[in-house]
């Protein structure tokens, strides 16, 4: 594999190209770090965390410590903290997200480590629309080009592929890997009772519109179901969080088309405990059940307390009854791995 070529600066591990500043000095990064975020964070010390293991075998085979990875839609930094588990190279890595929550929680765990940079990919419109990733990144890097992309539990995410495969042609250099990952892609192999996120969020949801119909403790939300318009907006937010799957051969050919050749990609499974599902989709329970009790995202008022209380006892409680009181569960989770072979 040739990640050697036309480099500039390949002695320079341990240290960013001048003129790069790996904190930037933002007003964002001024701001307490919030508790969803650090609920998010939680994933590293469980079960989750087994999900970044092929990627990282990935990574530490072609590794030298010239290179320069980018973890794209980093999160709060998992990647790079588990990563730094097996080794103490100089390798350096950026980390960006479109999330100053998320990356936040970055800056507090990697500010003292020299390695680790970090980007905020900023929304330039109300309608969402996001900086470039050439801009996210800056001149500097970008002429001296990343090595090795990784996007971990987030391709899924992307509402349009060939611009977001188009920015990583961009910013690889030739011969330059991009890992890709995630737990919501439709996958061959799934057996009946696997999990999905995007799965176990429709039934939840569904699960518990049949609960509030029947059930009398519920009874104060039964007229919600029939409001098709508020029903309606809360189905917009579950699939913009929560995206239908799609198949792994549309990623496939959107990454070959945005000049990323996929080498090779395989299925590996995890297996979490109902609990650790159920405290993934906590701290997005506006999401799934925003519905009962509102949010401020749809009605423009957060709920009550005991609306609140009645939405996360009925996720977890139909999650529970959705896999049907197993203790573990198996996760399929599809990965990738591809080459720029052009611009
Ligand atoms: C489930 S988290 C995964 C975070 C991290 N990679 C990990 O494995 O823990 C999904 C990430 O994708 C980011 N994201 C959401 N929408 C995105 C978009 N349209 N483009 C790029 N990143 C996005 C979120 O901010 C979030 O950090």
């Known amino acids: 594999m040739d990640l050697h070529s036309n480099h500039e600066s390949r002695k320079s591990g341990g240290r960013w190209p001048e003129g790069f500043d790996r904190i930037p000095d933002e007003d964002w990064l001024k701001k307490p770090v919030e508790e969803s975020a650090m609920r998010y964070n939680k994933h590293g010390s469980n079960a989750f965390n087994k999900n970044w293991d092929p990627t990282i075998a990935q990574v530490l085979s072609v590794l030298d410590d010239e290179h320069i990875i980018l973890d794209y839609s980093c999160g709060t930094g998992l990647f790079t903290e588990r990563l730094f588990e097996y080794f103490s190279r100089p390798t350096r890595i950026l980390n960006v997200d ?3 929550k998320y990356l936040r929680v970055v800056a507090d765990k990697f500010k003292l480590d020299d390695r680790v940079a970090l980007r905020l990919q900023k929304r330039i419109s109300e309608n969402g629309q996001l900086q470039s990733l050439d801009d996210t990144i800056g001149e500097v890097l970008l002429n001296r080009g990343i090595d090795i992309l990784t996007s971990a539990n987030a391709v899924h ?3 349009n592929l060939a611009d977001t495969f188009a920015s990583w042609n961009r910013v690889l250099r030739r011969g330059g890997l991009a890992l890709v990952s995630t737990g919501d892609m439709s996958n ?6 696997d999990w999905r996120l995007h799965d176990t969020v429709e039934v939840v949801h569904t699960i518990a519109q049949e609960i509030v119909k029947t059930e009398p403790l519920f009874e104060k939300y039964r007229h919600l179901i029939d409001d098709d318009s508020l029903m309606l907006a809360y189905k917009e937010i579950r699939s ?12 496939l050919d959107e990454l070959s088309d945005a000049g990323l050749e996929p080498l090779h990609h395989f299925e590996e499974w995890i297996e979490i405990s109902t609990t650790e599902l159920i405290d993934a989709l906590v701290p997005y329970h506006d999401v799934v059940l925003g519905w009962i009790g509102g949010s401020e995202k749809v009605e423009g008022d957060p709920p009550t307390q005991e609306a609140l209380r009645d939405r996360l006892f009925l996720m977890k409680y139909c999650a529970t009854k959705l896999y049907m009181q197993r203790d573990r569960l198996r996760g399929p989770w599809t990965y990738i791995t591809c080459r720029k072979f052009r611009d």
């Open 240 to 251: 913009r969080v929560y995206p239908p799957i799609k198949p792994i051969d549309l990623y």
């Open 98 to 100: 479109v999330s100053p």
């Open 188 to 193: 061959p192999k799934k057996r009946q009772g």
């Open 157 to 159: 995410l992307y509402p």
